[in-house]
């Protein structure tokens, strides 16, 4: 069994992360997941939260997706999300002053459809809050 696969995590605007990895480590729909090379085929919702990438070289890599569509093949990984932003590029201030702005608009939300896309937004601001505490940019403490 290689001890390697290809990895490629793909947004809507740009590539951000196309290489070969030894591990992945994400949020699927159904509890995190850990991909290593041979990995059981496999299709899943991702959540929004942050996928760590452990490259050939050992390095992590931490991107924050607001979530996607996962594809895993026995020796290749595909992330396809409207939304990726690398976790060091994260500003915690920024995230809660945008879910701060979010709770409020559904606070004030009147019917149902408006309630669902705040409420969806929301989701994806809570983890994205989260994620910059823990690997933004104006955090001394990264993992």
Same mark, same amino acid.
């Given at each position: 069994? /290689?001890?390697?696969? $290809?990895?490629?995590?793909?947004?809507?605007?740009?590539?951000? $992360? @196309? #290489?070969?990895?030894?591990?992945?480590?994400?949020? @699927?729909?159904?509890?995190?997941?850990?991909?290593?090379?041979?990995?059981?085929?496999?299709?899943?919702?991702? !959540?929004?939260?942050?996928?760590?990438?452990?490259?050939?070289? #050992?390095?992590?890599?931490?991107?924050?997706? @607001?979530?996607?569509?996962?594809?895993?093949?026995?020796?290749?990984?595909?992330?396809?999300?409207?939304?990726?932003?690398? @976790?060091?590029?994260?500003?915690?201030? !920024?995230?809660? +002053?945008?879910?701060?702005?979010? +709770? +409020?608009?559904?606070?004030?939300?009147?019917?149902?459809?408006?309630?669902?896309?705040? +409420?969806?937004?929301?989701?994806?601001?809570?983890?994205?809050?989260?994620?910059?505490?823990?690997?933004? /940019?104006?955090?001394?403490?990264? $993992?």
């Amino acid at each position: 069994m /290689s001890k390697l696969m $290809y990895v490629d995590i793909v947004s809507a605007t740009e590539s951000m $992360y @196309a #290489g070969h990895a030894s591990f992945v480590l994400l949020p @699927a729909d159904s509890g995190s997941i850990g991909i290593l090379p041979g990995h059981t085929p496999l299709i899943s919702l991702v !959540r929004p939260g942050v996928i760590k990438v452990v490259d050939e070289h #050992g390095k992590d890599h931490n991107i924050f997706v @607001a979530g996607g569509i996962l594809e895993v093949q026995p020796h290749e990984v595909t992330v396809l999300t409207d939304t990726a932003i690398r @976790a060091s590029n994260l500003d915690e201030a !920024r995230a809660t +002053e945008a879910r701060r702005r979010a +709770e +409020e608009t559904l606070r004030n939300a009147k019917n149902k459809s408006d309630i669902a896309v705040v +409420e969806a937004e929301l989701n994806v601001l809570v983890a994205q809050t989260r994620a910059a505490r823990i690997y933004g /940019s104006n955090n001394s403490n990264k $993992y």
